[in-house]
């Protein structure tokens, strides 16, 4: 369980970026976190795996307090949480199966590290979930002979190889073409069931988080304005997040194409 | 869309540089000035300098033809300034890593940081053969000189050129090898080194002709090598055996380009 009380992180004298957030997460339950750019969803997302250090406030993943935790004590708690970029941030010049395994580089000592000697459950591991999402075949591919679509998942491998308690998703299908990324968030919708994991998605197509994820975050300046079902994410509450800042990229009332895309990978 | 009217021509010409026209003369003035004033005031002997033509036409014509009999001793002088600058790369790039990462602002903490650009700012402020100079009169004359010289020199120039391009790697890779818990070498070895690894080779195919060119040089002031041959042979009046080694010199640095620039090509 992941829960957020009262975060609050300012950089340097400026106004806040977060306003004493809120936020509980239980379960396999998928999360979208919607909001215009500044809102502070990438904020708030690396704040939980202190990418961003916070101002105050408290963070706990399963009891552990994530907030205070320095040097080693940090890294145990980063390995149990999985995270994928906008901008997929694959190792580019090393292959498929060094990106995967670079997921447990929070488990190895430095000597498996460098000469690459993984444990054999981890390279079994590594197989299995990149077999899940099709990209096995690639495993001895640099991660920058692939395309987008393809990187990406690589990414959520990375990040599953942790073993992770929850997944945060910054801006996941941003870098994608439409149908690449209602692929993804497909992928990143059955693998929070089949491996009961939470996820946090942070998203700008309204239309996507309504239709992949079963709860809404609205955030605007650094606060929580919204939080239910999609169902109950209606004009008003579209309108209150966005409303005078900029469109959002996706109509409210278009559903995604989902009948060609719901069968991923393979 | 309106034709476009054939009105009066409206004139462009490109702004100066400097926009002050008092400023712009101002320095072109200055500037001749001190070049006047400077060939001006120098001690140029012209008597010496007139003298000094017949005697250079003499070295030169001496030189000819290259005499290439003591072809030996010309193998045994390369052979030493190709060790010395092998053996000062090999070091110098291996050492100009850590020192490097030290001076890279972006994952070095400040301390640390200072320390690895104090250390390449000393090892770049002395042109090779002062440092030569030194190291002589610290280990005695010899190849040992020459090694540390050039590790130095090389230190200095790939150490910063590798600094500076740490500090331009793609950032997010670090970020997901930190979110995934990774320790700082394992960050380092994954996110880091790769990212550097076609300039790093880039930089040691250069340092390697670079110090083969240095090694040279340095030999001139005791620190072994084909130098120290070439200055006995002018020591000598040898001239024809001191134009052969300098053939062999540019001979040898035609060839060493020529690879380097190709196996710079191959990387990318």
Redo the contacts between chains.
Sequence with gaps: MLEIKNLVKRYGHSEPVLKGLDLKVEGNSVVSIVGASGAGKSTMLRCI?R?VEPTSGSITLNGVELVHLKGAEL?????????V?Q????????TVM?NVL??R???VN?FQ??SRRYPQEDIDRAFHLMERVGIAHYANKRADELSGGERQRV?VV??LM?EPDVLLADEPTASLDPRTSEQIMVLLQSLASELSLPVLINIHNVAQAKTYTERIVGLRHGKMIFDGEPAAFNKDALDEIYGGIEAPDGDITAEPAASETTHDAH | MTPIESSAPRRWKKPPFIANPLVRYGILIVAAAYLIWAFGSLPFNWARISEGVPRAARIFSGGFPPNFDRFELLLTGFKESFQIAILATLLGVLLSIPFAVMAARNIAPMPIYLVGRAIIIVSRSFHPVIVAILFVAAVGFGPLAGILTLTLYSIGFVGKLLAEEIEEI?W??V?????????Y???L???VF??I?PRQIGLSMYQLDSNLRASAVVGIVGAGGIGGTLMNAFGRYDYDFAFAILLVIIAVILLSEGISGWVRKKIW
């Design positions: 795996n990418l890294r145990l708690a980063r390995r149990k949480i999985g995270m970029f901008g997929f941030n694959l190792l580019d010049r090393l060094e670079a997921g580089l929070g488990y430095l590290a460098i990414g990375r990040a942790q | 793609d997010g890779q970020e997901a090898m930190r979110a995934s818990g990774a320790g070498l394992a960050t070895f994954y996110a790769p990212q690894l």
